[in-house]
DNA sequence: AATTGTGAATTCCTTCACAGCC
DNA sequence: GGCTGTGAAGGAATTCACAATT
């Protein structure tokens, strides 16, 4: 176990783990090797022992990692035995299909409000029975929910000033949807799905065919940010 | 100019910066030098001049960057300047968010067919005005139409044979958002966008604060993978 | 004077290879 | 014998720093 700075290559690879540690549990198998997870996946077995190695000594020499036990280690360091409560803000077509998503870990994540600015939108249900509120209401519901999470799936011009609301509320962790870079404060973390990359990546793969190197399937997008730290540059 | 392979990184970096130069363009802004586009992204001014220069020598020196000639030759470098056609398989509550979604460049890729295997849902008409199909007739679509891109929208379960299916019908692009890792065939490049990942990657750093090194927003997900070229290992 | 394009240096990430343990 | 944990090697991406150019 060291106390090195995990990158977050790693920590993302830990859910690709746990997931498949999940469907493994389910099916009964008990123990798993390096290897054969890295088959699963196309990476090298090094790769899994040095990613678990930075967080402990999980495995037995000679027999591998038992899956159960691994399974736990690996939910309590991605801080998936609370529940964490979650809002969405903008509910568009993005927002309303998140609000409806059932492949969140349901145990682990969990959506206590939608906000929009749409008075058309406003007191709307959705199927999971959560109305819809104002955006007025979102400062106050974070502070009295204690939410930690929210889901920005507002239009692109709005998302800057909705991160800096939801920051001054005390929010640490922001889905972003928007296509647009956003600067988070020091020990803010943003993570940004941008449909628009993605498609043009493919574009790119299409148009320069053979160009291609090893795909890098979860490696994605731009380089380094401003980030949690604030140690921009 | 060179011919060394480019990584996807830098590509991904392109859309970011075409993103921006698109607003440039808008706003009139005549050039711009690599500093201040890196200033945008926080991103440091020697890699956009080496992302850019995989491709050609672009800028004048003293001066920087015409804005709408490098806009031009990214849209070039994307493969941008051609539609590409798009079709969504499996019309969930994303399928259909993303079906509906307006935020595509839409000179750049159109949604020509809409798939899903649920007779419920066959024949519905979304407001852009395409109609679901059943599924049986997705390689016949794909074929006729010579849909160049799939955007995988179905249960993690199916998204294995769907690829297969679709790869047997000649599309070399996939947008994949089932949480599941796909081992595409050789000169296939699937792209997933899994939302279960960036979730407990927020969930990480809410349990692991300042564990955090600079946070890095667009550069995600684990590391190589089976790809285009087939070179897996 | 300003800014590009790029070799060299650096930092970060992955893979190898093997000692150590079961 | 099989498999982990890890130091060392290798490779990839980023940043530095400066010569070249307008």
Redesign the interface.
Known sequence: MKTE?????T??????Y??CLNELAVSGTETISSQALAD????NSA?IRKDLAYFGEFGVRGVGYYVEDLRRHLMN????T?K?KVVIVGLG??G???A??Q???QD??EVVGLFDDDPAKIGVKTRIGVTIQSTKHLSEAIRRDKV??VILAVPAIAAERVLEEVTEAGV????NFA?V????RP?V?????????????????????????????????????????G???
């Open positions: 700075k995990v990158s977050e290559l920590t993302n690879r830990l859910s690709v746990l997931r699963q996946f196309n990476l790769q360091i991605l801080g998936l609370e964490r077509n993005l309303l299909a998140l409806n998503y492949g969140f870990n682990s994540f930690e999470i640490r962790a922001v889905l296509p870079h956003l600067n988070p020990g973390k943003v993570k940004t799905v941008d449909l628009t990359i993605s498609l043009e990546s493919l574009s790119y793969f299409l148009a320069n065919p053979g160009t291609d190197a090893v795909s890098v399937d979860y490696r994605d997008f731009l380089g380094r940010e401003a980030g949690a730290n140690a921009a540059r």
